[in-house]
């Protein structure tokens, strides 16, 4: 079964639980995620949430994408940016911003010990003015400095 668009309303919470289904024709680097390396939580026993956003940074080389993604959201500090905000700041539609989340989802889930977390381990999201709000979680910012990434 082929689906040609899917809608999602619900909270951020909800989203994470299903946000792999979001961007996989997009996806900016496809080739980046081995699913086969996803196996839950395993691994991740006694490392703090800083160690886990630094295995998934660490995990493969961050596409191009993500890497925008996380300068344009260090610049719009913690007001963050409305989803068309964040796209026209990155130089992207919306469309394609929707690839670059969800090959950072899949980045993500990719990675051991994040399957409960997915990509709330890097954002936080929240609805507003009828779209989504995108702002990169403190301790994320905090690495990827630390890492060079920023």
């Given at each position: 079964?082929?689906?040609?668009?899917?809608d999602f309303?619900?909270?951020?919470?909800?989203f994470?639980?299903?946000?792999?289904?979001?961007?996989?024709?997009?996806?900016?680097?496809?080739?980046?995620?081995?699913?086969?390396?996803?196996?839950?939580?395993?691994?991740?026993?006694?490392?703090?949430?800083?160690?886990?956003?630094?295995?998934?940074?660490?995990?493969?080389?961050?596409?191009?994408?993500?890497?925008e993604?996380?300068?344009?959201?260090?610049?719009?500090?913690?007001?963050?940016?409305l989803?068309?905000?964040?796209?026209?700041?990155?130089?992207?539609?919306?469309?394609?911003?929707?690839?670059?989340?969800?090959?950072?989802?899949?980045?993500?889930?990719?990675?051991k010990?994040?399957?409960?977390?997915?990509?709330?381990?890097?954002?936080?999201?929240?609805?507003s003015?009828?779209?989504?709000?995108?702002?990169?979680?403190?301790?994320?910012?905090?690495?990827?400095?630390?890492?060079?990434?920023?």
């Open positions: 079964m082929e689906l040609s668009k899917l309303v619900g909270t951020a919470e909800e994470a639980a299903v946000e792999h289904l979001f961007g996989d024709r997009c996806a900016e680097n496809p080739e980046l995620v081995d699913v086969e390396e996803h196996n839950g939580s395993s691994g991740s026993e006694g490392k703090g949430r800083d160690d886990v956003i630094r295995d998934v940074i660490r995990r493969r080389p961050v596409p191009r994408g993500q890497r993604l996380y300068e344009v959201l260090v610049k719009a500090g913690d007001g963050g940016l989803k068309p905000e964040l796209a026209e700041a990155m130089g992207r539609t919306e469309r394609e911003l929707t690839g670059v989340l969800g090959a950072l989802g899949k980045r993500i889930f990719g990675t010990g994040t399957s409960e977390q997915g990509i709330l381990l890097f954002l936080e999201i929240s609805a003015d009828g779209t989504w709000r995108y702002r990169l979680r403190p301790e994320v910012r905090a690495v990827l400095k630390a890492e060079g990434l920023i």
